[in-house]
């Protein structure tokens, strides 16, 4: 298996409340991948921080193998999701990829 995990900073002009309704979209759109994507095991969003954190929210992602992972990145509806809300409201972006057994 895969583990695919991601931290996002959301643009720093959002307000807290335009913040709270972006992050939920994204958990809404990312998380409804579940089902649609081929070897997609599981996905989470996590988006109720503590005040330490300096990421705003957190993708964990598990696929069957690496060429799984690699089908998600290119699949229509992750495509979707990602220009449609991901990217057009962060402005920072880490990933850890690593197998797990």
């Given at each position: 298996m895969v583990k695919h995990i991601i931290l996002?900073?959301?643009?720093?002009?959002?307000?807290?409340?335009?913040?709270?309704?972006?992050?939920?979209?994204?958990?809404?759109?990312?998380?409804?991948l579940q089902g649609k994507i081929p070897g997609?095991?599981?996905?989470?969003v996590q988006i109720d921080m503590l005040d330490s954190s300096n990421a705003d929210l957190m993708l964990?992602?598990?696929f069957e193998d690496e060429t799984s992972l690699k089908g998600y990145a290119v699949h229509p509806e992750h495509v979707a999701v990602a220009?449609?809300?991901?990217?057009?409201?962060?402005?920072?972006r880490v990933c850890i990829d690593f197998e797990v057994a």
């Open positions: 996002w900073q959301l643009k720093d002009e959002f307000s807290e409340e335009d913040k709270a309704r972006v992050r939920a979209d994204i958990k809404a759109g990312l998380e409804g997609l095991i599981d996905i989470h964990d992602s598990t220009d449609g809300i991901v990217r057009p409201n962060t402005k920072s």
